[in-house]
């Protein structure tokens, strides 16, 4: 079983960032894909990034790209996402997700583990 908790969320000004981290249990963390999904208000979960274990494969939306960093600490048992650059529509509760494959997918239904989601918000 692996609890994962998310935080870094909060409002801030478009153009501005946030570093979004995800704390991870269990001693098997650096084995597990991490994901990043983010839901808004009356649409579905949407893929935001992944990561592969040992910081394999890596994988970002397209409306993400450029602007968004996944990156994990295998030692800390923490997944961030560093987010640039931000857009009113990046508005969002956001979800760090674990896959016990181990390989990056950008695919929802692989991931076994989820956290609770912390909410962004980006001011115009």
């Known amino acids: 079983q692996v609890q994962l908790v998310e935080s870094g969320g909060g409002l801030v000004q478009a153009g501005g960032s946030l570093r979004l981290s995800c704390a991870a249990s269990g001693r098997t963390f650096s084995w597990y894909a991490m994901g990043w999904f983010r839901q808004a208000p009356g649409k579905e979960r949407e893929f935001v990034a992944a990561r592969g274990w040992r910081g394999g494969s890596t994988y970002y939306a397209d409306s993400v790209k450029g602007r968004f960093t996944i990156s994990r600490d295998n030692a800390k048992n923490t997944v961030y996402l560093q987010m640039n650059s931000l857009k009113p529509e990046d508005t969002a509760v956001y979800y760090c997700?674990?896959?016990?494959?181990?390989?990056?997918?950008?695919?929802?239904?692989?991931?076994?583990?989820w956290g609770q989601g912390t909410q962004v918000t980006v001011s115009s």
């Open positions: 997700a674990a896959d016990p494959s181990g390989t990056a997918t950008i695919r929802n239904e692989e991931y076994r583990y």
